[in-house]
């Protein structure tokens, strides 16, 4: 893998050194080579060195280096298109170049906007055993940080309760990054009077995750440590982010030494009363309808979030995105609220899932 990506690094800057240079003039393509080499490792080191940054300087780095990383994406992809075109239409030099850099912007501006478009998917799950409806607000990948903080939390959580649900689930990457854990960024929680459940993902354990527990203990949220909990006829169980067995890996790599296989072995679920499986990624599907599990609900993909990854994440995942099954087992994957690295959604949009478990006919 690290290899497919220096060779992707490397071909995708001899290939704008060159558009640009034919485009615009440039005699001196080595210059062109050390900008277009600089940009992509200023975005790695902007991403990584900074997201857990809490100053002002280091904030904006790490927003220009994530806008950095979507605009370079839809320019490079706007240069092949009009490489495309100009087989057909034989386009002037400086009009290639100009409506490259135009396309690549007015997307990047539309990701933008399109990311904070966020829909409430609603629908129904039956399940056999349950004496009522229970409806279950689902939010994930919110990702508050550099680019989101309590006030969108705030509409989040009260978009996701307007259908009055009996219970809110949260499954994990709450925050990206240290800038936004506090206190007040969480007091939105606070004025529920349903219960509030929460399993880590990948991104809090970056940003620091005993005190990010710590916090949501504090405002009152039901923390779930690989542990079953009892909401009427229904068993909630909540998984630390692992990998699904000691045979794969999860997407990024988790080097945790549990596994969702093991850890539902131990657990004392009961088989034939109804449950709900919260983990951050939606891995370890064999396992969870092993366990007799009724509804997974997961996050973790993003659906792909920026074109052509909304595709390509098909085949990484397979569960990427929406309602899926295997025997009795049901699982909902969902697109998250929020965004990881560019602020932006291209061919996805965010949404908020609503799932009303009904009694079995």
């Known amino acids: 893998m690290p290899l497919i990506t220096l060779a992707v690094l490397v071909s995708s800057n001899i290939y704008l050194s060159r558009r640009f240079a034919w485009a615009f003039s440039f005699e001196n393509t080595t210059a062109l080579h050390i900008i277009f080499a600089i940009i992509p490792i200023f975005m790695v080191a902007g991403l990584i060195g900074f997201s857990n940054a809490t100053s002002l300087f280091g904030s904006l780095l790490y927003a220009i280096a994530a806008f950095l990383t979507g605009f370079m994406l839809y320019l490079l992809l706007s240069l092949l298109l009009l490489d495309l075109v100009n087989l057909i239409v034989n386009l002037n030099p400086v009009t290639f170049g100009v ?60 978009k996701a309760t307007a259908g009055n649900p009996h219970m809110l689930v949260i499954t994990g990457d709450l925050f990206d990054g240290k800038k936004q854990i506090s206190a007040e960024t969480l007091k939105p929680l606070e004025y529920l009077d349903i219960p509030v459940f929460f399993v880590e993902g990948n991104h809090d354990n970056y940003s620091g995750v005993t005190r990010i527990k710590h916090l949501l203990r504090e405002a009152g949220v039901n923390v779930l440590e690989n542990e079953v909990f009892q909401f009427d006829a229904l068993q909630i169980v909540g ?76 085949l990484l995942f397979s569960y990427n995105r929406g309602l899926s099954r295997l025997n009795d087992t049901r699982i909902y994957v969902s697109r998250g609220t929020g965004t990881f690295g560019p602020p932006m959604r291209v061919g996805t949009k965010g949404e908020i899932p609503v799932i009303t478990l009904t009694k079995m006919p």
């Open 99 to 158: 409506t490259a850099l135009a396309l690549a912007t007015l997307v990047s501006f539309y990701g933008i906007i399109n990311a904070t478009r966020t829909v409430v998917t609603n629908f129904d799950v039956p399940v056999s055993g349950l004496s009522k409806e229970i409806k279950i607000a689902h939010l994930s990948d919110i990702h508050l940080g550099h680019f989101r903080g309590k006030a969108h939390f705030e509409r989040l959580v009260k």
């Open 239 to 314: 998984l630390n982010h692992m990998k699904a067995d000691k045979d794969t890996e999860s997407i990024p790599p988790n080097p945790s030494a549990k596994s969702i296989e093991k850890v539902l072995e131990e657990l004392e679920i009961e088989y034939d009363k109804p449950s709900l499986l919260l983990h951050h990624s939606p891995d370890g599907m064999k396992h969870a309808s092993n366990a007799g599990i009724d509804l997974y609900l997961a996050g973790h993909t993003h659906a792909g979030q920026l074109f052509p990854m909304n595709h390509l994440n098909d």
